[in-house]
Nanobody, 116 residues
Framework: QVQLVESGGGLVQPGGSLRLSCAAS????????MGWYRQVPGKQRELVAT???????NYADSVKGRFTISRDYTKNTLYLQMNSLKPDDTAVYYC??????????WGQGTQVTVSS
């Protein structure tokens, strides 16, 4: 029944920025570790960034220094601020539990396209 809803994607030029949001009707932060994933058609889904209940974050090397994962408990929303976007960042982005935390049903994702 529970579905994650990602939003905020779109078309952006290289070097641009986007802020993705992940929302759910339930308390998504009941999950200890939340993460952002991305997937390109025909390729394996990649874990991009994670954040735990203490605010500790981890990032894939490919996005370090450019992406920031954050949370807002009041709004029950997970965010991914993406700066200095590159064409290689083009993918469908998803949120879900990460690491040893449970996974919910995958949402539709939000398309991010970085192109001139």
């Amino acid at each position: 029944q529970v579905q994650l809803v990602e939003s905020g994607g779109g078309l952006v030029q290289p070097g641009g920025s986007l802020r993705l949001s992940c929302a759910a009707s339930g308390n998504i932060f009941s999950i200890g570790n939340m993460g952002w994933y991305r997937q390109v058609p025909g390729k394996q889904r990649e874990l991009v960034a994670t954040i735990n209940r203490f605010g500790s974050t981890n990032y894939a090397d490919s996005v370090k220094g450019r992406f920031t994962i954050s949370r807002d408990y009041t709004k029950n929303t997970l965010y991914l601020q993406m700066n200095s976007l590159k064409p290689d960042d083009t993918a469908v982005y998803y949120c879900n539990g990460a690491g040893e935390s449970r996974r919910l049903n995958w949402g539709q994702g939000t398309q991010v396209t970085v192109s001139s």
